[in-house]
């Protein structure tokens, strides 16, 4: 039975990975329910995995053709440059 309180511990000493800005929340047990990534330090490892989420769940979502894309970018008015 998994109860609501999880404890925040450093990372996983079973693999004796040393990674700051990295905790595991654990349950009674010593089981990893999830995890705490400080975003400073870690901002783009965030990204990545976000990125790999994203890419998992749309993966049964139907596809377009290159030929299909390059036809609607050439429909789409080009964008005026702005001039910094």
Same mark, same amino acid.
């Given at each position: 039975?998994?109860?609501?309180?999880?404890?925040?511990?450093?990372?996983?000493?079973?693999?004796?990975? $040393?990674?700051?800005? %990295?905790?595991?929340?654990?349950? /009674?047990?010593? +089981?990893?329910?999830?995890?705490?990534?400080? =975003?400073?330090?870690?901002?783009?490892?965030?990204?990545?995995?976000? $990125?790999?989420?994203? %890419?998992?769940?749309?993966?049964? /979502?139907?596809? +377009?053709?290159?030929?299909?894309?390059?036809? =609607?970018?050439?429909?789409?008015?080009?964008?005026?440059?702005?001039?910094?």
């Amino acid at each position: 039975m998994l109860r609501r309180a999880l404890y925040s511990v450093p990372m996983d000493t079973k693999h004796s990975v $040393d990674m700051p800005g %990295v905790e595991f929340l654990v349950n /009674e047990r010593g +089981e990893r329910r999830a995890v705490l990534i400080d =975003l400073k330090k870690h901002g783009a490892l965030w990204e990545d995995l976000y $990125d790999a989420y994203l %890419v998992h769940a749309r993966r049964r /979502e139907p596809r +377009e053709s290159p030929t299909q894309v390059k036809r =609607l970018l050439q429909r789409r008015p080009a964008k005026r440059r702005t001039r910094a």
